[in-house]
């Protein structure tokens, strides 16, 4: 079991930054490959970034390329989403997400483990 608990999300103008963090308790993320996904309201939830567990190789959306970068911790078993040039667009309630798979991190169903959600809201 993985425990996952997500921090970091508030209110921001657009054009600004903010840093989101997945706390991972019950084992240790090193194991994991780890995602972020977004959820707008009246909206399906979607990819945002990955970390495969192995070759640490990275991934993102189209929307949020060059603009976000997912990172990892593995001496404080936690995961990052640093985030700039916000735009109103990227309003959701971000998740945090843990996989034992390394392809597929595109998609929900591909997790095991979610975090519950902070908010991100940006202002125009």
């Known amino acids: 079991q993985v425990q996952l608990v997500e921090s970091g999300g508030g209110l921001v103008q657009a054009g600004g930054s903010l840093k989101l963090s997945c706390a991972a308790s019950g084992r240790t993320v090193s194991r994991y490959s780890m995602g972020w996904f977004r959820q707008a309201p009246g909206k399906e939830r979607d990819f945002v970034a990955a970390f495969s567990w192995i070759g640490g190789i990275t991934s993102y959306a189209d929307s949020v390329k060059g603009r976000f970068t997912i990172s990892r911790d593995n001496a404080k078993n936690t995961v990052y989403l640093q985030m700039n040039s916000l735009e109103p667009e990227d309003t959701a309630v971000y998740y945090c997400?843990?996989?034992?798979?390394?392809?597929?991190?595109?998609?929900?169903?591909?997790?095991?483990?979610w975090g519950q959600g902070t908010q991100v809201t940006v202002s125009s």
């Open positions: 997400a843990a996989s034992s798979r390394v392809v597929g991190l595109g998609s929900p169903s591909a997790h095991d483990y």
